[in-house]
Nanobody, 126 residues
């Protein structure tokens, strides 16, 4: 089991920045990749970014590439999502996730992730 707790999101104006963190506990050495997903009302859960936990490598969705950065601090068992140049369409509940099946490519499907945090609301206003 891997337990994930996201930091509080918030309300930010368009063009602003926000950093989310996700603290992992439990069987963290079993994690292969740590990902961020988001879900807006009436929409499916969408892949945002992910990073390999014990190796180098990260991947981003086209919608956030160049604006968001995913990073990790293994000593703290924490993964981060730095979000810059935020847009109203970034408004969603953001979820941290852990995938324990590897090696291979970073999984992009929500079904490939075994554990999720409780989610945190990010709202971007005009």
């Amino acid at each position: 089991q891997v337990h994930l707790v996201e930091s509080e999101g918030g309300l930010v104006q368009a063009g602003g920045s926000l950093r989310l963190s996700c603290a992992a506990s439990g069987n963290t050495f079993s994690a292969y990749a740590m990902g961020w997903f988001r879900q807006a009302p009436g929409s499916e859960r969408e892949f945002v970014a992910a990073i390999r936990w014990n190796r180098v490598g990260a991947y981003y969705s086209d919608s956030v590439k160049g604006r968001f950065t995913v990073s990790k601090d293994q000593a703290k068992n924490t993964v981060y999502l730095q979000m810059n140049s935020l847009k109203p369409e970034d408004t969603a509940v953001y979820y941290c996730a852990a995938a324990t099946t590897g090696p291979g490519n970073i999984p992009l499907s929500a079904f490939k992730y075994d554990f999720y945090g409780q989610g945190t609301q990010v709202t971007v206003s005009l």
